[in-house]
């Protein structure tokens, strides 16, 4: 079950929110000249106690009732790994949650970035209480999607709002655009 970012973002940020983060960072560092794309996701919610952060990344552990395994971080993981990179996790209980995985940009088992800019919307418009701060780095260029910052433009309007949602939408995938984002 291979996931494109796009699904490992969707993923893993349902994780701080499960944790009751009030911001969520998600930020993805392309580098042609070390041949890497970095996935970093940070959270201020509860945290992971040291026991179970030792074994965070077996699909045995989760704190799941409804089924015994949880695959979020298994799966990147093993996405990480089979392009030569890495997943590692930090946390702090009561602090938050720093999750950062890498891949190998040019890999051929790397697989596409997907719909990030729909993803990072989806979720901000689903959760509107939590502050999502998006940062994209290309060689060519930087991209930064605040929540905060949107707000402030959107003077009153709701970020739930469905025209509201598709403007947001088109604006970031405009600015990824200007980056040249890989594929
Ligand atoms: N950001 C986080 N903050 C606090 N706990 C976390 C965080 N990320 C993961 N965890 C803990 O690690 C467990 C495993 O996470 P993982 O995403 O692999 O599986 P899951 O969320 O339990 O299930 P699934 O992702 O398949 O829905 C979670 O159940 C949760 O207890
Ligand atoms: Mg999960």
Redesign the pocket.
Known sequence: MMKDFAMHIM??V???I??G?SQISVTITESEADDSLKLV?T?N????PAA?LEK??D?Y????TT?K????????KQHAESTGGHLS?A?EVGK??V?EASFGLSHLDRQPLGDVAGTIVLLAAANPERRFIYRHTTPYGSYTFDTDEVNEVLEGMSISEAPVIRFLREMIEENLKEIKISG
């Open positions: 993923d893993i349902q994780n701080s499960s944790a983060a996701i959270d919610g509860k945290g992971i179970m965070v990344t699909p552990t989760t704190s799941r089924r395994v949880g695959l979020g971080l298994p799966l990147l996790i946390s938050g949650t999750a």
